[in-house]
């Protein structure tokens, strides 16, 4: 899509403990980004998303930079906010090592929790998301770091397209990953297997074959996250209908879990892209 440079305008506040509004257009984004027609692709709606949400970055933030396709959009709207001089003095804390790498090619100034542990806003991305702005991440292998620094956040801005809405998480029938240590990891997963019934089913997540190309004599080595864990992934076959903190608690108290890919109560805003616009939810 085109680039453009221009002076951002913040979404308007909450009214209520969650409320909804929808944008048709914007004074902030060109048309093209703003008026969805039904020949949008799923990567055009998520640059709508994470291009709302930049509107609510400001100068002298200290920022969480999430993982991932939807968030990838919106360093690549920062880096080029701060090249035209809209914002200045930003400062980000990545959430993953390929994070890392894209904030330093595009220039923005990258610092660590150590040295700002409050931070003011976070944006990222997440493959599910309930109607009470509960989620799940870390399809993409980052939900650890992603959790850490969300959760030191002032306000996180979930970016993403109408495809990632859910009834309840795990409703998607795609992974709902915990991150395990590697030592053991077969008896972590069956402990963790343990607390659910057989309408779910626990995988270790392995690396993808280089190239797209499977060896029949191929051994699958098992994925590893940046902190050198690996990944056990949960399979619903509608969702999970207990009652997410306990079952987080329950997940948390199995020694060799880390954490888990369910981000309960951390989204202060959502934005949402689809073809009927943009709709922002917030939530007190």
């Known amino acids: 899509m085109e680039s453009f440079c221009t002076q951002s305008l913040p979404i ?13 257009s914007s004074a902030a984004a060109p048309a093209a980004l703003t008026s969805p027609t039904a020949s949008m692709s799923q990567d055009d709606l998520k640059q709508m998303a994470a291009y709302k949400a930049v509107e609510l970055v400001e100068s002298n933030m200290v920022l969480g930079l999430g993982t991932g396709s939807t968030a990838y959009h919106a360093l690549e709207r920062i880096g080029e906010l701060l090249r035209c001089g809209k914002l200045t003095n930003i400062i980000g804390i990545p959430t993953s090592k390929k994070t890392e790498a894209h904030a330093l090619s595009l220039g923005i100034p990258l610092t660590s929790l150590a040295l700002n542990p409050i931070i003011d806003l976070s944006i990222d991305g997440a493959d599910e998301v309930d109607p009470h702005l509960n989620l799940v991440k870390g399809r993409g292998g980052s939900l650890l770091r992603e959790k850490m620094i969300e959760g030191a956040s002032k306000k996180f801005v979930v970016i993403v397209d109408d495809s990632k809405l859910v009834d309840r998480i795990g409703a998607s029938k795609l992974a709902v990953p915990i991150e395990v240590i590697p030592f053991g990891w077969e008896y972590t997963l069956n402990r963790v297997k343990s607390l659910f019934d057989d309408s779910c089913t626990a995988k270790l997540r392995t690396k993808p074959p280089k190239n797209g190309i499977v060896e029949e004599t191929a051994e699958f080595l098992p994925f590893e996250t940046d902190n050198s864990n690996f990944i056990v992934d949960l399979y619903f076959e509608e ?13 948390l108290r199995i020694t060799g879990v880390v954490e888990h890919g369910m981000f309960l109560g951390l989204a202060t805003s959502l934005v949402v892209a689809g073809k009927n616009g943009i709709t922002v939810k917030h939530k007190e």
């Open 239 to 251: 969702g999970i209908y207990r009652d997410l903190n306990h079952l987080s608690d329950e997940l």
């Open 12 to 24: 308007a506040a909450a009214s209520s403990p969650l409320s909804t509004l929808i944008f048709q």
